[in-house]
């Protein structure tokens, strides 16, 4: 986001993740995180971040150290503000 002059901070980003417990081999583990991002653009911007969302997996160190073992699910919410 910052890449495209969208501010993330301080209150402009707001994550809601839950988790789905199974116990697939008799043991429980967290098997899926589904996230869902609130992202407030300034006006004008909810194009440009709508193009860094698809992305957003590639560059995340969390969501590459859990790939393979997690199922994550990311979506979002983009609200236009004023400046």
Same mark, same amino acid.
């Given at each position: 986001?910052?890449?495209?002059?969208? =501010? =993330?901070? =301080?209150?402009?980003?707001?994550? #809601?993740?839950? !988790?789905?417990?199974?116990? &697939?081999? !008799?043991?429980?583990?967290?098997?899926?995180?589904?996230?869902?991002? %609130?992202?407030?653009? &300034? #006006? !004008?911007? $909810?194009?440009?971040?709508?193009?860094?969302? =698809?992305?957003? #997996? $590639?560059?995340?160190?969390?969501?590459?150290?859990? $790939? !393979?073992?997690?199922?994550?699910? %990311?979506?979002?919410?983009? #609200?236009?503000? $004023?400046?």
């Amino acid at each position: 986001m910052d890449a495209r002059q969208i =501010p =993330p901070y =301080p209150d402009k980003l707001r994550t #809601e993740v839950q !988790g789905t417990i199974e116990a &697939p081999d !008799g043991i429980m583990k967290i098997t899926k995180i589904h996230c869902h991002y %609130h992202i407030q653009v &300034p #006006e !004008g911007k $909810k194009t440009q971040a709508e193009r860094v969302l =698809p992305v957003f #997996e $590639k560059k995340c160190p969390v969501a590459q150290t859990l $790939k !393979g073992c997690v199922e994550l699910i %990311h979506d979002w919410t983009i #609200e236009e503000y $004023k400046e």
